[in-house]
């Protein structure tokens, strides 16, 4: 059965939630910065860090949410249950902050930093480290680390934490690790494809190619790292060199 369409009402209402949200942005960006404060301090962490971003969510993104948000609960035959009270609980990623790195294998060390700065500056882990992949051997690489993963469907590949400050107002962040390639496909897709499918199908198409473009060049990246790391460890001699006479 079609959910029914929004009432007058019902968009009056998303839209003060919209605007509640967007009177509080110096809240998330408050966060974000001293998000990025913290990490940028932290030497162990930036060892593997590439570089890191963050944003406070678009308005018109935020609103076309809470419209999805709506119909999914109509569709289950529930209530509507977001209001200014929750809102920023229930929408997670009105300030969303993003960690780049070079290649897989240093997410297992940016977890572990990650973890010791979130204890140490009290804040509360309300999800995660989660990675939503669609690759294979990605998950296979989550599994042997012990992180949870979430299969994919539309090819977005990410590893998601939500974290809490442990101040009076509740609200949260959603935070991102990505490699450098990952990034790549992500950001196209957003241009193109979100909040709403492209209506080219040969973009679509294209978006899908390069998602398993990036995901070979990730892996790329990995062996030439491991191959490094492993030529460092063996010690190799230099070939002497040959005296000119």
């Known amino acids: 059965m079609k959910a029914p369409a929004l009432s007058q009402q019902d968009r009056?209402?998303?839209?003060?939630?919209?605007?509640?949200?967007?009177r509080n942005e110096k809240l998330f960006t408050a966060l974000s910065l001293n998000l990025f404060n913290t990490f940028s301090s932290d030497d162990e962490l930036m060892q593997y860090?590439?570089?890191?971003?963050?944003r406070i969510k678009d308005p018109d993104?935020?609103?076309?949410?809470?419209?999805?948000?709506?119909?999914?609960a109509q569709a289950r035959g529930k209530k509507f249950s977001i209001n200014r009270n929750n809102l920023f609980v229930k929408i997670n990623d009105l300030a969303g902050f993003r960690i780049l790195h070079l290649y897989t294998r240093q997410f297992q060390r940016i977890d572990e930093c990650?973890?010791?700065?979130?204890?140490?500056?009290?804040?509360?882990?309300?999800?995660?480290?989660?990675?939503?992949?669609?690759?294979?051997?990605?998950?296979?690489y989550f599994r042997s680390i012990n992180t949870k993963f979430i299969k994919s469907s539309t090819l977005y590949t990410s590893v998601h934490y939500?974290?809490?400050?442990?101040?009076?107002?509740?609200y949260t962040c959603e935070i991102q690790v990505r490699t450098l390639a990952e990034e790549l496909w992500g950001e196209v897709d957003h241009?193109?494809?979100?909040?709403?499918?492209?209506?080219?199908?040969?973009?679509?198409e294209q978006i899908k190619v390069l998602a398993r473009v990036t995901s070979s060049c990730t892996r790329?990246?990995?062996?030439?790292?491991?191959?490094?790391?492993?030529?460092?460890?063996?010690g190799r001699k230099k070939p002497p060199q040959t005296k000119r006479t």
């Open 12 to 22: 009056t209402f998303i839209e003060d939630l919209v605007q509640h949200a967007k």
């Open 49 to 54: 860090v590439h570089s890191m971003k963050w």
């Open 61 to 72: 993104h935020l609103r076309d949410k809470l419209i999805r948000k709506w119909y999914e």
């Open 114 to 140: 990650l973890k010791r700065i979130f204890a140490e500056q009290l804040y509360r882990v309300v999800e995660g480290p989660a990675a939503r992949t669609w690759d294979d051997e990605s998950r296979e």
């Open 162 to 170: 939500v974290v809490a400050p442990s101040h009076k107002t509740k």
């Open 191 to 204: 241009k193109l494809n979100y909040p709403h499918a492209s209506e080219s199908l040969p973009c679509r």
């Open 220 to 234: 790329l990246v990995d062996s030439i790292f491991l191959s490094h790391d492993d030529r460092t460890r063996t």
